[in-house]
């Protein structure tokens, strides 16, 4: 079965650095989602991304972040400079078309800011 | 404004007896709804989704759920529950518009007795 793949799979980073999230999407699917879980909290939406730019984001999804493909297969989630906010598992989701609500998550990238 | 509440933050079942977990929603249009399974540093994985038609949808590892639209609700359902069930369940509503994207309840965590 397809699968998203997301690297890393941990990542520990210092307040203030930079950090890049990678994700691989399904080869045949057309919109692309990170969702963001705090530890013991529950699963929210940070922003979509369908034909090279953002379709939805959400309060959370601030100047700080930014979301690319910028080699056409890889989706990347960058946050420019991090807080101990941040700190959280960071899933990339994909979907074939428009009308197909199959979600296909990734197992997740655990970042943690210290 | 659309939301999911699940009231229950933790159940704790004995194996072999049957499981419900509560989910109700607010949403303003026939909602999209969907289960997901989180065991602990996994990713989500989609146990069964309601999109139109029969009310009673069944999905993998023998769970079934039930949308009662008077009721608002989404509940999810096993009669046997086995131990490897342990893990934290996630009831998520969609909003079919441009960005397609999910909304998590907080989620059940369940424990199972030996």
């Known amino acids: 079965e397809p699968e998203v793949t997301q690297t890393p799979s941990h990542q520990v980073t210092q307040m203030g650095q930079e950090v890049i999230l990678r994700c691989v999407p399904i080869?045949?699917?057309?919109?692309f989602y990170w969702y963001r879980q705090i530890l013991g909290q529950k699963v929210e939406f940070l922003v979509s991304?369908?034909?090279?730019?953002?379709?939805?984001k959400s309060e959370i999804f601030d100047d700080q972040f930014s979301v690319e493909r910028p080699d056409g297969s890889n989706f990347t989630l960058k946050i420019r400079s991090t807080k101990l906010e941040d700190s959280a598992m960071y899933f990339c989701?994909?979907?074939?078309?428009?009308?197909?609500?199959?979600?296909?998550f990734g197992s997740g990238t655990r970042l943690t800011v210290v | 404004a659309q939301s999911v509440t699940q009231p229950d933050i933790h159940i704790t079942v004995s194996e072999g007896a049957s499981l419900e977990l509560r989910c109700n929603y607010s949403?303003?249009?026939?909602?999209?709804l969907f289960w997901y399974v989180q065991s602990p540093g996994q990713g989500l994985q989609l146990l069964l989704k309601?999109?139109?038609?029969?009310?009673l949808v069944q999905g993998i590892k023998g769970f079934e759920a039930e949308f009662k639209r008077s009721q608002s609700s989404f509940n999810l359902r096993k009669p046997s529950v086995h131990w490897s069930d342990a893990a934290e369940y996630f009831c998520?509503?969609?909003?079919?518009?441009?960005?397609?994207?999910?909304?998590f309840g907080s989620g059940t965590r369940l424990l199972v007795r030996p």
């Open positions: 989701a994909t979907r074939p078309g428009q009308t197909n609500y199959g979600y296909t």
């Open positions: 080869s045949n699917h057309l919109y």
């Open positions: 991304f369908y034909n090279n730019e953002i379709s939805e």
């Open positions: 949403y303003g249009a026939t909602p999209y």
């Open positions: 309601y999109f139109s038609g029969d009310t």
């Open positions: 998520a509503v969609g909003r079919m518009d441009s960005s397609y994207k999910l909304i």
